[in-house]
C-alpha cells in the first residue's frame, strides 16, 4: 500500500464518525463492552493507546465488535507498528511521526494518521503522501486558529485535531473546512469504564455523533 493509499484509508476512518474516541484501558475484560458500548452509541472507529499493559489484548478483544473499526494510538516504534498489527488493529495513530515509524507502517501496511503541530511537519508528511493527519495537541498547539492558518497554503491536508477537545469546542473544530473528525477521550471517562457503566458511554458517544449535525 502507498502512503498515499494508506492515508485514504485514514481518510475513511476518519470519515466514519465526528469523533475517535481515544481510549485509555487498564484491563482488557471491559474491551469488548466498552467498544460494544461505543459503536451502539453511533461511534464506530476507535482507538486504543498502546499506553497501558492491556492495550493489545483490549485491541484483540475489541476486534470482533460487529461494525467497529479498532485502531491503536501512542504508536511510537516500528514495534508498537508491529504489535499493533498483530493485536489486529486495522490503523494506527501516532502523536508525531518519525521515519522509522513511517517506514514500519508502510512495511505493515497498517494505514497511519500521523501527528504533525508545525507547517514544516505538514508539509514533511504531505511530500510522502500523507493528506490526512493528526493535529496533535490541538488546543495547546494553537487549535483553530492554527487550524484555520493551515488552511490556505495546505488545503490538501486534512486534519483530526486531538488534545484538549471536548463537546464544548468539538463543534467549532468541525465547522473548518480542513477538519475531517476530532480525537478525544471525553466520551471514555475513566470512571465509566472502571465501572462497567455502559449506558453512560453509550449516551456520550451518541451525544458526539449530534456533533456533526
Ligand atoms: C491523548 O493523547 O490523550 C489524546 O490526545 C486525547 O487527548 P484528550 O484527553 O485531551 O482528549
Not at 484491563?27 to 498502546?50: K, S
Not at 512495511?107 to 505538514?122: H, K, N, R, Y
Not at 490526512?132 to 491536508?157: N, R, T, Y
Request: proline share 7%; glycine share 10%; net charge negative.
Amino acid at each position: 500500500m502507498t502512503p498515499a493509499e494508506q492515508s485514504l484509508k485514514a481518510a475513511e476512518v476518519c470519515s466514519a464518525a465526528p469523533v475517535v474516541p481515544v481510549i485509555q484501558i487498564e484491563d482488557a475484560a471491559q474491551a469488548h463492552g466498552l467498544a460494544t458500548a461505543l459503536v451502539a452509541g453511533g461511534l464506530p472507529a476507535l482507538e486504543v493507546t498502546l499506553r497501558t499493559d492491556a492495550a493489545l489484548d483490549a485491541i484483540s478483544a475489541m476486534a470482533d465488535v460487529e461494525g467497529g473499526i479498532v485502531g491503536a494510538g501512542t504508536l511510537l516504534t516500528p514495534t508498537d507498528v508491529k504489535a499493533a498489527k498483530a493485536a489486529g488493529a486495522t490503523f494506527g495513530v501516532s502523536p508525531g511521526a518519525t521515519d522509522a515509524l513511517i517506514k514500519a507502517a508502510e512495511d505493515e501496511e497498517l494505514p497511519l494518521l500521523p501527528g504533525a503541530v508545525t507547517a514544516s511537519e505538514v508539509m514533511n508528511l504531505l511530500e510522502r503522501g500523507y493528506t490526512v493527519q493528526k493535529f496533535f495537541p490541538a488546543e495547546a498547539a494553537g487549535g483553530i486558529p492554527m487550524l484555520k492558518g493551515f488552511s490556505s497554503p495546505l488545503p490538501q491536508v486534512r486534519f483530526c485535531p486531538t488534545g484538549g477537545i471536548s463537546l464544548s469546542n468539538a463543534r467549532n473544530y468541525l465547522a473548518l473546512p480542513n477538519t475531517i473528525c476530532v480525537g478525544g477521550s471525553w466520551v471514555v471517562p475513566k470512571d465509566a469504564v472502571a465501572n462497567g457503566d455502559w449506558d453512560r458511554i453509550t449516551k456520550l458517544a451518541r451525544e458526539a455523533t449530534q456533533l456533526a449535525a
